[in-house]
């Protein structure tokens, strides 16, 4: 498997868990994105973008990465591109690094939602803040390791059928959602006795797991 990270010029903040997850990857910065890297203790092998958001004062090992550059006025984010030249480069795992948040709410809803369209292209997708964690669902079945009492919300991005939850404080039986429904908003891990996991698995529709497993102080 061959993992990317994509650092996105969203919220990031560094975990011991995000550094696991973006281990040994390779790093490819869209524009503003690039200011995560140092944060990260990342050197990308690109920076892409239109570059009019970059970071003052960075390191001149940051600076130095190769750009490919594109115009101001075109038809994707710079975000998309850097995807883009992940999946040219061969990637077949994305870790988007940066995904919630930021200046730009138009951004980063693309971000979930380009997400969801990767995944259904048959991508392993995973959308991290380092604080908030996303993970596309579609029909079948997932299972997650969140720690018990760990805050989550499943968004449909369309109306959703049959869908279970286990390992949950409120569990969920084969339901329908309907779209904009807030049903699945604000749930939590919770295990048994003998412990277990949160599953998932869904009948049809597509949905984004959102998990919160470093909850940020003003939370």
């Known amino acids: 498997m061959s993992t990317f990270t994509i650092l996105l010029g969203g919220d990031l903040i560094r975990t ?24 990260l203790a990342l050197v ?12 003052p004062d960075l390191p ?40 919630f948040g930021g200046k730009r709410a138009d951004h980063a809803f693309l971000h979930l939602a380009l997400g969801l369209r990767l995944a259904e292209a048959g991508m392993d997708v995973f959308l991290t803040s380092g604080a908030q964690e996303g993970v596309p669902l579609l029909p079948g079945t997932a299972g997650f390791d969140y720690a018990d009492g760990t805050l989550f919300s ?43 996991r ?7 529709g597509r949905a984004l797991l959102l998990a919160h497993p470093y909850p940020l102080p003003e939370s």
């Open 154 to 196: 499943i968004l449909g991005f369309s109306e959703l059928s049959g869908l279970t939850v286990t390992g949950a404080k409120w569990p969920l039986d084969k339901v329908e959602v309907a779209f904009g429904s807030s049903l699945t908003i604000s749930n939590e891990v919770k295990f048994g006795k003998t412990g277990g």
């Open 60 to 99: 001149a090992h940051l600076a130095a990465v190769p750009r490919q550059t594109f115009p101001a006025e075109k038809d994707k984010t710079d975000g998309e591109l850097a995807i883009a030249a992940a999946l040219e480069r061969g990637a077949t795992r994305l870790v988007l690094a940066g995904a």
């Open 16 to 39: 011991p868990r995000l550094d696991r997850q973006v281990e040994s990857s390779r790093v490819i910065a869209a524009d503003a994105g690039i200011g995560h890297a140092r944060m």
């Open 44 to 55: 990308p092998e690109l920076w892409v973008g239109d570059f009019d958001s970059v970071p």
């Open 198 to 204: 949160l599953d998932i698995a869904l009948r049809h």
